[in-house]
Structures are given as structure tokens and as C-alpha cells.
């Protein structure tokens, strides 16, 4: 679940303490998951900018300063994968944690090529933070690889070529 108790499951021993870890991009429909996803992962130390609006995010994007971008793929009239593609044109070097609460085949099929990691909503806070933390560390090491198991899809490992899949009951 994304509300109440879940994010109390981001356990104080988990929380990073340094000022600064990156700067994240978020894109989402649902003005309240923005909020909780904000104040989540500032409490994890990295600096969030949020928006409801594709046009909004694609210039916020453009402007270099962020480290990675959470972006809902399964928006009304496909917003999410139009700014997604746009974003891989302009500025291909930032990963992309991508999230559907629809992950029909034609999603995960983009996801596949486009993103990172696919979040399946709803998805745990603890989640989104460890595929936050696992993207993040694989940029800094210069390693786009998703071949490693870092999902699970019904409890069993899920690797894709491109984006890796996490599915929540």
C-alpha cells in the first residue's frame, strides 16, 4: 500500500544521512503520491522536484540538474511514454524509474526499451527507495546493465533485456 503505515516502513537505520544524494524528477498523475514520494525521499537525503504536467517535466528535465526521473507511464492518453521518449531524446543520460498501475505487455514492452525499472502500482515505499538507491549507484559505477535480478514478478525474479519489472500485489 502507498498511504499510511507504509511509510514507516522506511526504517531509520535505512536513511541516508548525508545532505545530498542526487537530485530526482518525479512525473505522476496523483497529486498526493507526488507529496508522499516527496517527503519519502527527502527524508532519504535526495533533492526532489515533483510535477502532474508532461510539458512541465520534460523543461525541468532538459535542464540538466537531475540525477534520475520517476515517471508514470500509463497517464491518460499515454502521456507518461510520450515524455519518456522525449526525455530519452534530449537527455539520454538520465535513468528513468518508470511506474504503471497498467502493466499491460505494450507497457512492459516499453518500459523494456525506455526505462530502467518498471514499478507496478501499487508498488511499497520501501521499493521505489531500493530501485531508487539500485539505479542511482548503477549510474555512478557507469553501469547501465539490468541483467541482474532486481525484481520480482509473482515472487519469482524478473530480468528483462531493458527495463526489469517489479510487480506488487
Do not use: W
Not at 30 to 42: H, I, K, Q, R, S
Not at 131 to 158: K, N, Y
Amino acid at each position: 500500500m502507498l498511504f499510511g503505515a507504509e511509510v514507516a516502513m522506511v526504517a531509520p537505520a535505512e536513511r541516508n544521512s548525508s545532505k545530498h544524494c542526487g537530485s530526482i524528477l518525479i512525473f505522476d498523475g496523483e497529486p498526493v503520491l507526488l507529496d508522499l514520494l516527496a517527503v519519502v525521499l527527502t527524508r532519504e537525503g535526495y533533492g526532489v522536484t515533483t510535477t502532474p504536467r508532461s510539458e512541465e517535466a520534460l523543461g525541468l528535465a532538459t535542464s540538466g540538474r537531475f540525477d534520475l526521473a520517476i515517471a508514470d507511464l500509463g497517464l491518460r492518453h499515454r502521456d507518461g511514454c510520450r515524455l519518456v521518449r522525449k526525455l530519452r531524446q534530449l537527455s539520454p543520460e538520465i535513468p528513468i524509474v518508470a511506474t504503471t498501475a497498467y502493466p499491460a505487455s505494450e507497457i512492459v514492452s516499453f518500459a523494456e526499451e525506455h526505462a530502467e525499472i518498471l514499478l507496478s502500482k501499487p508498488f511499497a515505499i520501501g521499493e521505489l527507495v531500493g530501485a531508487v538507491r539500485e539505479v542511482l549507484q548503477r549510474q555512478l559505477r557507469g553501469d547501465r546493465d539490468t541483467s541482474s535480478p532486481l525484481a520480482t514478478l509473482e515472487g519469482l525474479p524478473a530480468t528483462m533485456s531493458g527495463a526489469q519489472v517489479r510487480a506488487s500485489a
